[in-house]
Every structure is written in C-alpha cells, then in structure tokens.
C-alpha cells in the first residue's frame, strides 16, 4: 500500500533562519508526483510546491525547495529566510500518475515562527 | 482563489440530522475529492468522482454518500449525524493531467 510519512509532528525556527522539513513515501510506481501543501490558521490548503518523479532537477518555488532523493523515496521541504506567514500545518502528500489518481496524504507537521 | 467553491461555509445542526454540502470544481476539472479533517488532525480521504463516476472510496461512513452530477458539482450527503462528524470537510478538484489538486475554503460542521 502506498503510505505517507512525516515523523515530525512540530517544528519551530527562527525568523530569517532555515528549516527543512521532512517527509517518506512508500511506493511501487515508478511514475508519481509529490506534493507540499500549507494550511495557514485559516485552514485553507494551498499549494507551495509540486514535484514530477521523472524529473531529476529539484524544484524551487522562490523561498521554497524540495529534495527529492527518489531511491531513498525521500522529499523533504526547506525553507530559506522564514518568515512569521510561514507558520502552518505542511502536508506532504503523493499521487500516481496513472491509475485512480488518489491523493496520500501525510500526518502533517506544524511549522512555528519564532520572531 | 483556487476556483473551488463549496457551501455552506459554516453549518450548525444537532445530532441525528441530515445535511448536505456542495461543491463546485474548478472549470475544466474533472475529478472532485471530498476530504474530512477534524481538529488538528490531518485529512481523511472519503471519496473520488471522475466525470460523475465513483473513481476510489477511501474511510467514507455508511451513513455518507456523494454524488456528482452531469454538471460536474458534487454534493456530499452525511445522515444521522453523530457528535464526532464535527469537522472541516473540504472539496478539490484536479486536472489528471497536472496532478495538482486544487481545494476549497471547506465547510465547517457543527454537530451539536
């Protein structure tokens, strides 16, 4: 069964500083996307960052970047210079791209801004 | 704005009612998702439409049922309510050929 992990239930970092957050998938498809979306106190889910598995290249979304270690089925999130709108619930969350397309999504891990 | 629309927003009712929330994808999408998050947990996948054919079924309740219609909006119909289908139930839809999925602001229940 395909299953998402994120084992840190809470983070917190300082404004300006650097926070990477982590998350395991486990699969058989060799084909998928990986995601990591935010939801800010006011619960709306927002995508920051998107990832093709077929592609090596990591992707960056200004202050946000991914590290996608596919054989290890690794996809942690960094943050570059936090800042207080940051803090959220992430999810990390996985798709196939064939098949019934059902989203897995992580336990989550609340991000705290400290100022 | 995703271009997801759901109602109601909010919606208070007593236990053993009946209440039905509604959701308009994104134009062009095909694929509506209903999800279940109840406080500060993460979210529960319920069910899957494709062009108003049930695609998968995740941990949806006997007493829940959706539907999506010719039009594309979906309605999810929950029965019998209980004390803990208290939650923050979301819609999304996707485009298969993106993979990105697109949520709704959710509608919050109330279960009294």
Redesign the interface.
């Known amino acids: 069964a395909q299953t998402v992990t994120q084992s840190q239930p809470e983070m917190s970092v300082q404004e300006a500083e650097t926070v990477t957050l982590s998350c395991t998938y486990d699969t058989s498809e060799s084909d998928y996307y990986l995601f990591w979306y935010k939801q800010p106190p006011s619960r709306q889910m927002i995508l920051v960052i998107r990832q093709e598995a077929y592609k090596q290249q990591n992707a960056t979304e200004n202050r946000f970047s991914v590290n996608f270690q596919k054989a290890a089925k690794s996809f942690s999130l960094k943050i570059s210079d936090s800042q207080l709108g940051d803090a959220a619930m992430y999810f990390c969350a996985y798709r196939p791209v064939r098949g019934t397309y059902k989203y897995i999504f992580g336990t989550g891990t609340r991000l705290k801004v400290l100022a | 704005d995703s271009g997801v629309t759901q109602t109601p927003k909010h919606l208070i009712t007593a236990t053993g009612q009946r209440v039905t929330l509604r959701c308009s994808p994104r134009s062009g999408d095909l694929?509506v998702?209903w999800y279940q998050?109840s406080l500060d947990q993460?979210?529960q996948?319920l069910i899957?439409y494709?062009n108003g054919e049930e695609?998968?079924k995740?941990n949806i309740l006997e007493r829940f049922s959706a539907q999506q219609f010719p039009d594309l909006h979906s309605e999810l119909n929950l029965s019998s309510l209980e004390l803990g289908d208290s939650a923050?139930y979301?819609c999304?839809s996707?485009r298969?050929g993106t993979?990105?999925?697109?949520?709704g602001?959710?509608s919050r229940l109330t279960v009294l």
């Open positions: 694929s998702y998050q993460g979210l996948f899957q494709y695609r998968a995740g923050l979301f999304a996707s298969d993979g990105e999925l697109f949520f602001e959710g």
